[in-house]
């Protein structure tokens, strides 16, 4: 019937017209659509994005199915370029250990040092973390998003705002939150910002992604001086990140702006690590006892400043 | 084999764009690689005229990567429907030789890399680097050129199989 519908069956042999597909009017219908759907994207509508974490929460038995026969073809290739790469390999990890030896023995002595002068001062011990660790089952690594979905969601007690990391450091955060699965939104996407310590003077500043590999930092104060090596950590500012999780270090490339080569390999992730952690000072806000001390506290100086 | 004809399009360009979405651990910018492969098997299904590949198969095969990657939405259906119609076009022209018929496939590839980079960049309202775009372009390529391959080996020893086609004249 195709071919009736095409005109195929009585062709001539020669003829100058070439046997194809027609473009239906169906067609520019998607197209419209799909144009359609990108202005509404571009605009950043609400809808689409709830409506969108909806599905992409439906179809996660999929992703979870493909990644069967995914993995042992990952794990191939991660061997054969282990393979490639052993020699060169066991030659750092020699000189890094003989580094790593110096520094052990520096920092026995200084936590040994700190838990004496921890004790001496009463110091309010920190808050343990508790935690899930999930495997990636999809990831969206491109121009536009940088992204993973990991097989952990509501069930087990992910929220949106929770930092992810693994072995490395800070990969993320999580920013949606299904009943099976969440999203991850990494260190170097566009709309990522971590505040930051940079380097031995502790300077504050802001990682910002861009979608590039390597973060830059901004907002930096005048006059901050930061060097290639620099160590990155997270500063806790904001209650968004616990303080001291580390990121990278600053890249060596430092010509227009600082970047920042992170830690994680955010190409290859496997397994990553949510961290159950809540900003305590929200937690302080929503205290209905602190709230009332506080108010009992402001009254009676907004009367004495009211009255002449 | 009909039957086959009517599945395998519709199925490869979903198993394609599933594929897309897993995490393979590729370097971020050879990333874009990825969402290229259900470009070949789309055009080499459009240009396949007994194949069964509907309109709407492909608007929702990207679809479905723009919810999964969480990318714009509409941003790969609109480049899954321009690789359709770039194939509609190649499959009117004609070739007397296989080199002529890659020679349109390859352009197509590279007409609709080059119209996805442009997409995004109006996207964004920026020109981004068009690096990843080349490469992924010269792997859609190789991909085409092992697909074609495969199809003149197999498809010259199954020239006997297919069905005669009624013609009028000689």
């Known amino acids: 019937m195709a071919r009736l519908k095409d005109g195929l069956l009585f062709s001539r042999r020669g003829d100058d017209a070439v046997p194809g597909r027609r473009l239906r009017p169906i067609l520019f219908f998607f197209v419209f659509v799909s144009c359609a759907l990108m202005l509404l994207s571009r605009l950043d509508h609400s809808i689409l994005a709830g409506t969108r974490w909806q599905i992409a929460s439906w179809l996660t038995p999929v992703l979870k199915t493909a990644m069967i026969p995914v993995e042992p073809i990952r794990d191939l290739g991660r061997t054969i370029s282990t393979q490639v790469a052993l020699q060169s390999e066991l030659e750092r990890l020699r000189q890094e250990n003989r580094r790593l030896g110096n520094w052990e023995w520096r920092a026995r002595r200084l936590e040994t040092k700190l838990t004496d002068l921890e004790a001496l001062a009463k110091v309010v011990p920190e808050q343990k973390l508790d935690f899930v660790t999930s495997r990636v089952i999809a990831d969206s690594i491109g121009a536009f998003v940088h992204n993973v979905t990991i097989e952990a969601g509501r069930t087990r007690k992910v929220e949106s705002g929770y930092p992810v990391i693994n072995a490395d450091g800070l990969i993320g955060r999580i920013v949606d939150v299904g009943p099976d699965a969440a999203r991850v939104l990494l260190a170097t996407d566009i709309n990522s910002r971590i505040p930051v310590v940079v380097g031995p003077k502790a300077v504050r500043a802001i990682l910002a992604g861009d979608n590039s590999a390597e973060p830059r930092l901004m907002y930096l104060a005048d006059g901050a001086k930061v060097s290639p090596g620099d160590d990155v950590s997270t500063s806790g500012v904001g209650g968004l990140f616990p303080a001291g999780l580390r990121l990278g270090s600053v890249a060596d490339d430092t010509s227009s702006e600082p970047r920042v080569a992170l830690k994680a390999d955010l190409d290859r992730l496997d397994y990553v690590s949510v961290l159950f952690f809540n900003d305590p000072s929200a937690r302080l806000i929503n205290d209905p006892v602190s709230r009332k001390s506080a108010t009992d506290s402001a009254e009676p100086i907004s009367a004495e400043g009211m009255d002449p | ?170």
């Open chain 2, 1 to 170: 084999m009909r039957w086959l004809r009517a599945f395998l399009p519709v199925a490869s360009v979903a198993i394609l764009t599933v594929v897309a979405i897993l995490p393979w651990g590729l370097p971020v910018e050879d990333r874009f690689v990825l969402p290229l492969l259900p470009i070949v098997a789309i055009m080499y299904w459009t240009l396949d005229r007994d194949a069964w590949l509907p309109e709407w198969a492909v608007f929702l095969a990207g679809l479905m990567l723009d919810v999964l990657t969480q990318g714009p939405l509409g941003y790969w259906a609109l480049i899954y429907l321009v690789a359709y119609i770039a194939a509609v076009f190649v499959s009117h022209l004609r070739f007397e030789t296989a080199l002529g018929r890659f020679g349109a496939f390859a352009g197509a590839i590279i007409g609709v890399t080059a119209f996805a980079w442009l997409a995004a960049s109006v996207y964004f309202l920026k020109v981004l680097d068009w690096e990843p775009y080349i490469r992924s372009a010269a792997f859609a390529l190789a991909a085409a050129c092992l697909i074609l391959g495969v199809r003149a080996i197999f498809g010259s020893r199954n020239e006997s199989d297919r069905a005669v086609r009624l013609t009028r004249g000689a």
